[in-house]
């Protein structure tokens, strides 16, 4: 595969080029590897495109994985609590099932890498 197009919010390409270099050119060593036309298995079923072979999103989440396991990146999750301060008396939400949590796809050294299928993917500073 390959990076088509990069957006910085705030300056994030920046500072990532800045503190973690190293680190860049893994991400960009795992989407080289990644070969999209293996991935190519998914038979539509939308009416506007029935029967074309679309990307499939299962498959290529599995090339990720395994290739960002191979540099030592690995999947975090954080348990979070929401705060119903702010809410009004007139309204108060339902108690949530569970423990809440937020989830990064690839986490190392404090960087984060969210691999997303049909919008983009992007790059995040993990808070310190």
Avoid at 31 to 52: N, P, Q, Y
Wanted: include cysteine.
């Amino acid at each position: 595969m390959k990076i088509s197009g990069i957006y910085s919010f705030n300056k994030g390409k920046e500072f990532i080029e800045a503190n973690y270099p190293h680190l860049l050119k893994e991400i960009k060593e795992v989407v080289k590897r990644i070969k999209a036309d293996g991935h190519l298995t998914k038979k539509s079923k939308e009416k506007t495109m029935m029967g074309k072979m679309l990307y499939s999103p299962k498959s290529l989440n599995i090339a990720y994985k395994t290739e960002f396991a191979r540099y030592g990146w690995a999947n975090h999750r954080e348990r979070c609590e929401y705060s119903k301060g702010f809410y009004t008396k007139e309204h108060m939400p339902m108690d949530m099932k569970g423990k809440p949590f937020r989830e990064m796809d690839f986490i190392k050294e404090k960087l984060g890498v969210e691999v997303q299928f049909g919008l983009s993917w992007f790059i995040m500073s993990a808070p310190k």
